[in-house]
């Protein structure tokens, strides 16, 4: 049962799904922070937040949607 489970997951569409998930929830983690926050370094720390999950869900994404292999 396990190793069905496990090999569900390990399939491209399901961890694709799972990452774009879980960097939108930074993300919004990250706008919450923002917009809660008075303090200049907690904004800071916030704004890093967005930007790591933003980074997140590119670098996931891109080699799939753009093959910039034969560029040179």
């Known amino acids: 049962m396990i190793e069905n489970l496990l090999a569900w997951l390990n399939q491209p569409d399901v961890i694709t799904v799972i990452v774009a998930s879980g960097s939108m929830g930074l993300f919004f983690v990250g706008l919450f922070g923002l ?6 370094i907690k904004i800071f720390i916030s704004i890093a937040v ?3 999950a ?9 080699p799939e ?3 910039c292999t034969d560029i040179g």
Not at 35 to 40: G, V
């Open 35 to 40: 917009l809660t926050q008075r303090h200049l």
């Open 54 to 62: 933003v980074f997140l869900f590119f670098r996931h994404n891109l």
């Open 65 to 67: 949607r753009f093959d």
């Open 50 to 52: 967005m930007e790591t």
